[in-house]
């Protein structure tokens, strides 16, 4: 399977969407302050074509298949330190939809580039789409200069957290995100 990473665009919104939901799973709800499958993927897709939020188009890239140009795979990442400053865009945005939950978790430190979302379809998993992916957000984060690079997993995604073991991930600390058991992960990158 031949696939290229590119910046993700507006148009990728109703593909994105589906894989950030996947990825992200029952945080969905709360980032769009949606309880129902398809409003909440009608939300992130409003999400992804703003620009002021951790989903926005501009913090995302994309798999792409060369023969089909469907989208395999999505990679969502942003600075730590920005991640903040999204976040409280999208706080005020919560607030404006009278959500039931306003406040966002942070999920990284200040000094770490940070991989929020990370998603292969389904048929084309085993492929090396998310390795690729993971890998690409290692040339970005030292581009911009950054050292660390980290994620976090959930506690029981077993083969996600082997598989960023593999490529030189580390726990380094239980981390709760919307009362969630995660690790955080941490690779130094030179």
């Known amino acids: 399977m ?33 309880t129902e499958i398809t409003r909440i993927l009608t939300a992130l897709e409003v999400l992804f074509k703003r620009t002021d939020n951790r989903h926005s188009y501009l913090n995302t890239y994309v798999a792409e298949s060369e023969a089909t140009k469907d989208i395999l795979g999505i990679l969502v990442l ?6 903040a400053e999204l976040d409280i865009s999208l706080q005020h945005w919560l607030k404006q939809k009278n959500a039931p939950i306003t406040s966002i978790d942070a999920e990284a430190y200040p000094d770490e ?19 690729a992916l993971l890998q690409y957000a290692e040339k970005v984060a030292m ?19 082997n598989l960023y073991e593999r490529l030189g991930y580390v726990v380094t600390e239980p981390w709760t995100i919307i009362n969630e058991p995660f690790f955080h992960m941490v690779k130094i990158i030179h």
């Open 78 to 83: 942003y600075s730590g330190q920005v991640g």
């Open 2 to 34: 031949t696939f290229y990473i590119r910046k993700a665009i507006l148009e990728d919104a109703p593909e994105a969407a589906p894989l950030i939901y996947e990825a992200i799973g029952d945080i969905a709800s709360r980032l769009t302050g949606e």
């Open 143 to 161: 581009q911009k200069g950054y050292t660390k690079i980290a994620l976090n997993v959930e506690t029981q995604k077993v083969k996600a957290q």
């Open 113 to 131: 580039f940070y991989v929020d979302t990370v998603c292969v379809r389904g048929h084309a998993r085993g492929s090396g789409i998310g390795t």
